[in-house]
């Protein structure tokens, strides 16, 4: 049995060496190649592909996975195993107990609850992808920019939370298949299904990212052709812009300024056919020496609205973009709510909330990109962080 020391040491010496990302060893390879005649005899005589018309396949393959919000994740965690409960140890637990015990729970994700999961800790962390069908009530682009601001936005989503399975419910499946997207087994039917499906499971959904990380690695993890697909994503992006000190034992650690920028560059060669754009930046992004309402605090927040002006204005195909900022940056920018709304009710309204805002890209930017492309883009309210810093301006 291994002592508390070799433990110790082993878990320290996995913290010091993380894992680089699990990237392809050769770049992210596209497995779509011509059709052989292996591949046209292998529909030949399929009715499904030779009498239904492809329009009505699609509207099939839309309604099976498609025309929905779905996560991708991509976390470093330790590995964990599974509490296995013996009949006879299940008078010892409550009725709801019993059952998470055999059942499987929302989107596969028991092995993080508490009672069902044993945690390696003294083993090196490992990178684990992770996905499901997002379960919001309100998809986001179902829903007017400016219509309840504060009902289930994609900043605050939960669904990476293992004890959502009470959402599970409302659907009309049983869990786990209200949470599984359900493509793989069609994908790997034939070439000509695959074809048809990458084309609605990207196409037609909408892609939840909240990992910086895997955001900037997208190009090194996704062939061309795939992102070349994607129409629609939700990107949660946690910053450290003013590279403040105790950050940085964080792994991997919050993009700084320099690394902001980079991402803002990117994102718009990355994603080329990009429709709707939502765009949550949260973290420390209270500047040092600011303060609510400071002048300070708004002139930073427009430096980076700045740079979010000069990304937008590069896509040639959104539609609409949505940037959405805490609600201690968003008071500098929604001026009028700030007037009109005391700051105690900031902190204890519920229903006083400061509602989107449209922000006009500079002229300069709209004259360089032609009159056909979007002329601006809604900044709205992200994380709730005003708790914090109204403490802290109290005090």
């Not at 996975?65 to 964990?80: I, K, M």
Request: glycine share 6%.
């Amino acid at each position: 049995m291994p002592s508390l020391l070799s433990k110790i040491l082993r878990k320290i010496e996995g913290e010091q060496k993380p894992p680089p990302l699990p990237l392809p060893p050769n770049g992210p390879v596209d497995i779509v190649t011509p059709a052989s005649l292996a591949d046209r005899a292998a529909i030949a005589n399929s009715p499904l592909f030779q009498r239904l018309p492809s329009e009505i396949r699609r509207l099939i393959l839309i309604e099976a996975f498609g025309d929905r919000g779905l996560h991708v994740d991509l976390s470093l965690e330790y590995p964990t195993t599974q509490q296995h409960h013996h009949h006879h140890h299940h008078s010892k637990l409550t009725s709801h107990e019993a059952l998470t015990a055999t059942e499987p729970l929302h989107a596969n994700v028991h092995l993080l609850r508490d009672k069902h999961r044993h945690q390696h800790t003294n083993k090196p962390r490992r990178w684990e992808w992770w996905g499901c069908v997002c379960h919001r009530s309100m998809r986001s682009w179902k829903t007017p920019a400016d219509v309840l601001p504060w009902m289930d936005p994609p900043s605050e989503d939960s669904c990476r939370n293992p004890y959502q399975e009470q959402y599970c419910t409302y659907l009309p499946a049983k869990i786990p298949c209200t949470c599984n997207i359900g493509a793989l087994g069609w994908l790997l039917t034939c070439r000509q299904a695959y074809v048809e499906g990458i084309d609605v499971l990207y196409g037609t959904n909408t892609l939840h990212i909240n990992k910086t990380y895997l955001c900037r690695s997208l190009p090194d993890l996704f062939p061309s052709t795939i992102l070349r697909k994607i129409r629609a994503v939700e990107l949660l992006w946690a910053l450290n812009p003013w590279d403040k000190a105790g950050k940085e034992d964080k792994f991997p650690p919050d993009p700084n300024m320099v690394e902001f920028e980079a991402m803002l560059d990117a994102l718009p060669a990355t994603l080329p056919n990009l429709k709707h754009l939502y765009l949550s930046l949260h973290g420390d992004l209270m500047p040092p020496g600011a303060s609510i309402n400071s002048q300070k605090l708004t002139d930073c927040t427009q430096s980076l609205l700045r740079l979010v002006d000069a990304m937008v204005s590069r896509f040639d195909k959104l539609e609409e973009g949505r940037v959405a900022l805490p609600f201690t940056l968003l008071l500098t920018v929604n001026t009028e709510f700030a007037r009109r709304v005391p700051m105690y009710d900031w902190l204890f309204g519920v229903e006083n909330i400061p509602g989107p805002v449209w922000r006009h890209l500079p002229d300069d930017l709209v004259r360089e990109r032609g009159g056909k492309r979007i002329k601006g883009y809604w900044v709205c309210l992200g994380k709730r962080d005003v708790g914090t810093y109204y403490i802290r301006e109290s005090s």
